[in-house]
């Protein structure tokens, strides 16, 4: 692959330059070079050293025109597609390597015009020792040498004025050679760079604190455009060894500049909207915390478009090309008036950043108007798309902080904002950070916890009301973790959920609850085991090979195991977990349905379902509570009636959270089956739970 990209770099730059090397020989070199650049590019840590030594190798070939370093650059730049490694950050890294490139090719030139320029010097010098033995020849020489160099040449004065030009440096300005004797070289020269002329080069010249000088520096055609010159100074002494005058020779090296200008911007601008890309980004964050006040504060918004994958994949990309550069024209002409800097760091997303901010108030307004001009609909041919916008901001002390953890920061109140609702502004919060980092660890360590035996199962009873028999023990699972001690259910199990983790932690519960139910049994204790299941074991799981398993292995009979799910998994999605839950039903396993009266309470539906007991939600039990007014009276009547259409249709009734005498009582008024909570106990332990049976396995319910 590579050396047939070698070949066709090397027949795009004879196109236009001469090579030292023959065709194939310079198709074997350049094979070399792209094999190093391909390995720079994937290489950590990234180093552009790959793109400095082939600017510089393409130099010592002899292709040292500005067009090889250009066509050699645009070239390059497919290079990560053609290895098949294409991605946003191997672009950033070849944008960098083709910089250094252009680097390299510079520095080399400039070495290799220095050594051009040493051997005129020494030609002059041996002309003139030659003119003090034969004027004339010498003269004729010299003049031979100076008319003739391919390079600018000048003779001045140790204060700066020119005695004599050559034809390239009157090109060059742009001026006659007879209109520039006798004027001073700062008359050419910018006047950003007049002060830095006299004190790096005339002023030591003059003293003859020096024999010679090198510098690049701007300077003024006659037209009044501004170039660049790469000059080599020398000071020729008198016969008593005071400076007598200068030769200064240069060369135009504008054109090279401009490549290099045009290759940084390339570097560190987005193609397609002309923002600032992520390298300027951080480039401009690393200048702003180095020049900071000590109490300099800094703020960012991170921005990405709501939607705007639906319209790619739906119109095109092109239509999202054209959404992406008029979202950035609106950013721009909003940001740039306040004198902030925006940037496309990626895809649909942007980044403002406040250098000198003036406070969390200043940019939550840039925000609102950021949202208020991005909303407005787009035209695209026919098309009028709406666009919207989530926003995180953060705004901070630059003391203390580091542009990453800023961009990380930024992002991640980004997600906030889109969790949120989409179309608004979130400001960062620590805590809350904190907290999502705590999760994400938990979530990164489930599995190890799992081989490592760091989950319990805790059992709590659930009591008959009537008789204050132990009827069940639901599983409730906990995660013992070593650092952060023993943490409850609602702390992890949601990312387990989100992760599909929960499949295998559900089937470990499944199997530990029936071990544990059929240790029970065979001590002579009869209450059933109930464990709680996810949507997600009924729809990507298979819940009935699991319980089937569990059963199998552990000899609990089936009515011994009854399955909890909650009332919005079971009748506000997919049909899937019914059928699921039918199947199992069909095994003998006991079905509830947990937290009901909390989502849909379809009672309709409810006659079809596969289940045997309601679990009423606690916010009912909590209505039983004495306390002033008649809402006690309403929720007991709305319980009551629950309770008998439960019984109506052939189901029991267990309460959750029952924590009072008061409570227990009007439930078994109402005809409550069942009831858990604090009143008869907490979660405990297998051996708590071995105590209580071995007791009497029996809770006096005070009736």
Known sequence: MLDVF????????????????????????????????????????????????????????????????????????????????????????????IGALG???????????????????????????????????????????FEGAAIAVAICDVNGTFLDVNPVLANMVGEPTSAIRGRSVFDFVHPDDAIDMHREVFDKLARGEAGRAHVEKRFRRGNGEMGWTRLALSLVRSEDGSPDYLVAMGEDVTERHQLQHQLRHQALHDPLTGLPNRSLLYEKLDETFSRSRHDGRIGLLFLDLDGFKVINDRLGHGTGDRLLVEVADRLHATVTKRGHMVARIGGDEFVVLVSDSPGLDDLTVLADEILDTIKKPIKVDEHALPVNASIGIVERPIAGTEPAELMRAADSTMYWAKAEGKGRWRVYDEQRSEYELFLYRLESEMAGALDRGEFILNYQPLVGLEDGRIRGLEALIRWMHPEYGLLSPDKFIPKAEENGFILELGRWVLQQACMQGKAWQLSGAQPFVSVNVAMLQCTEGDLRADVLT??????????????????????????????????????????????????????????????????????????????????????????????????????????????????????????????????????????????????????????
């Open 550 to 703: 569990a059963l199998e292995h552990s000899g609990l009979a089936p009515e011994k195991l009854q399955l909890e799910i909650t009332e919005s998994a079971m009748m506000g999605g997919p049909m899937e977990p019914v059928a699921v839950l039918g199947d199992v039903v069909c095994e003998g396993v006991r079905v509830a349905i947990d937290d009901f009266g909390t989502g849909y309470s379809n009672w309709s539906a409810l006659r079809r379902l596969p289940v045997h007991d309601l679990k009423l939600a606690g916010a009912f039990v909590e209505g039983l509570r004495p306390r002033e007014g008649s809402l006690v009276e309403v929720d007991t009547r709305i319980v009551g009636t629950m309770i008998s259409m439960a019984h109506a249709l052939g189901l029991s009734v267990t309460a959750e959270n029952v924590e009072t005498q008061e409570q227990a009582t009007r439930l078994r008024e109402l005809g409550c089956d069942a009831g858990q909570g604090w009143l008869f106990a907490k979660p405990m332990s297998v051996l708590e739970v071995d105590k209580l049976l071995a007791a009497n396995g029996r809770f006096d319910t005070g009736f």
């Open 103 to 145: 680097a390299g090719f510079a520095h080399a030139l400039k070495e290799q015009t220095v050594h051009e320029q040493e051997t005129i010097h020494s030609a002059v010098l041996a002309a003139r020792g030659r003119a003090e033995l034969a004027l004339r020849a010498s003269e004729e020489r010299f003049r031979a040498v």
């Open 6 to 97: 070698g070949s066709q770099w090397a027949n795009i730059v004879l196109e236009t330059g001469f090579s030292a090397l023959n065709r194939g020989d310079l198709a074997t070199e350049l094979t070399v070079l792209a094999g190093d650049i391909a390995d720079a590019l994937l290489t950590d840590p990234f180093s552009d050293e790959a793109g400095f030594r082939t600017g510089v190798a393409l130099v010592h070939t002899r292709l040292t025109d500005v067009v090889v370093l250009r066509k050699s650059s645009q070239l390059l730049s497919r290079l990560p597609r053609i290895i098949g490694r294409a991605s946003p950050e191997t672009a950033v890294r070849m944008s960098m390597l």
